[in-house]
């Protein structure tokens, strides 16, 4: 009887309009939604998120959640979103709001670039130990490539968007688009936590880059497997080897490149 | 005599790791730095961003005057950066550091889908008028695009940056690339200040995504054509509209699409 009493205010996710191309031609276009979502919590405000607005309750739960603003879901009442006023508002069981000093502490995501406390996030990778029994066989790996490329999509419409899924095997479970990264990792860890979902024997399937940050919010979530089209950085690298993760990118069709964590995967 | 005393501590930009692909080989793979740089003013920390590291002076520059943190460049007496602590040492003419009032309100990027005074920049935005004479020819978005095709780049090498340029006619006058599409912009923002270069003649070219940040950001330069190889939202097609910013996306090639400004392009 824990799970906080949620809306159900996904937004129309593409609008079309009238481009015009390079012969003059006009070209009805579909583009992606983006909408300003201010959160607040017992009506203190806490952040706007630009979103997509496809899952605007589990993404406030997740920011929520991953920037350690709320330590457990029953503490949450409600979780209510207003595209009328672009706000969603929070009622936690204290009604107290957040307490300065943790707002003050949040991280601003280091994967966009700018992050506030990067000191504290590298302290907290030293306390995660991924599931050391956890493997990943090819013919799986493939088989989620291939589910991940039939589903069905926003950037497949309309493009300007990132894609997460979280899979069990080759089978998607969750599947997140939005026009921030951010946002789409952090509502998959507010459907994790609303599901009560251990990431232990999960993958974790970015369409974007394996930056630092993607691999800390992965470890976060406790999965040990990291999938992307796309290629990584010198950091996400440098992290994914330290905590064990094994981390696949450029993984598209039957090719992929294997970049740490090789003992948990079988060809 | 106001230009402050700068380093010149560009970091090494691609690393190589050995990956393994589907067919068992190892294929030595070229990856993007990503560093943490702090900046400090005045001995006061202000931000962790991460980098590629391609331009730490200009980024820091460009953040302090994007984030209102500073106004004017001849406040600025020095820019140091010391990568042995991940590091840049900023030193103003007063010497008393940013106001805690200025910090509070800087904006956190809506880009990466997570502002805090998102009401702030949409109300800064009607205070902006691009210049109306200025035009765009097709032929001259062709030999941008061509420029661009043949410019040297991280992204060609190892992915996982995004690229912008500041072009006047089809010349790149800066091209900077960064893990973070902030950090880019940033960096060019932070060079044109130095330059003391006006937007009104300029195009702006990026390799992602036109959201409104990246709208936003572009107007806040002065620029009034906006031109990338992605595609857009609705907030950053909503922006522009209002602007009356000549927007082009799915650029590459001799293809494009004309999305808003029609009046000051030339076919």
């Not at 605007?56 to 409600?78: C, F, H, M």
């Not at 300007?160 to 979280?166: M, Q």
């Not at 069990?168 to 688009?177: P, R, T």
Request: aromatic share 6%; hydrophobic share 45%; with cysteine.
């Amino acid at each position: 009887m824990n799970r906080p009493l949620l809306t159900q205010a996904a937004r129309p996710l593409t609008f079309e309009i009238d481009a015009v191309n390079e012969r003059g031609e006009i070209v009805p276009t579909a583009i992606a939604g983006e909408h300003p979502l201010t959160i607040y919590v017992d009506k203190q405000e806490i952040v706007t998120l630009m979103t997509l607005g496809a899952a605007p309750e589990a993404l406030t739960l997740g920011y929520l959640r991953n920037q350690r603003l709320i330590g457990k879901l029953s503490d949450i009442v409600s979780v209510q979103v207003d595209w009328e006023v672009n706000a969603v508002a929070v009622v936690t069981r204290h009604g107290q709001g957040i307490a300065a000093e943790r707002l003050e502490k949040r991280t601003v995501t280091t994967g966009c670039g700018q992050g506030t406390i990067f000191g504290d996030l590298m302290a907290e990778i030293d306390n995660i130990h991924l599931p050391a029994t956890a493997m990943l066989a090819e013919v799986t790996l493939y088989g989620l490539l291939d589910a991940v490329r039939h589903h069905e999509s926003i950037y497949k419409q309309a493009g300007a968007v990132h894609g997460c899924a979280l899979a069990k095997g080759a089978e998607i479970l969750m599947f997140v688009e939005d026009v921030g990264r951010h946002n789409a990792v952090d509502a998959i860890a507010g459907k994790m936590w609303l599901d009560e979902l251990d990431g232990g024997d999960k993958i974790f399937y970015t369409t974007g880059r394996l930056t630092s940050e993607m691999v800390i919010k992965t470890a976060q979530m406790g999965i040990p497997f990291l999938v992307s089209r796309s290629g990584l950085t010198q950091m996400g690298w440098e992290i994914a080897s330290k905590l064990g993760m094994t981390m696949i990118g450029r993984a598209q069709g039957k090719h992929y490149l294997l970049f740490s964590g090789a003992e948990r995967f079988t060809r």
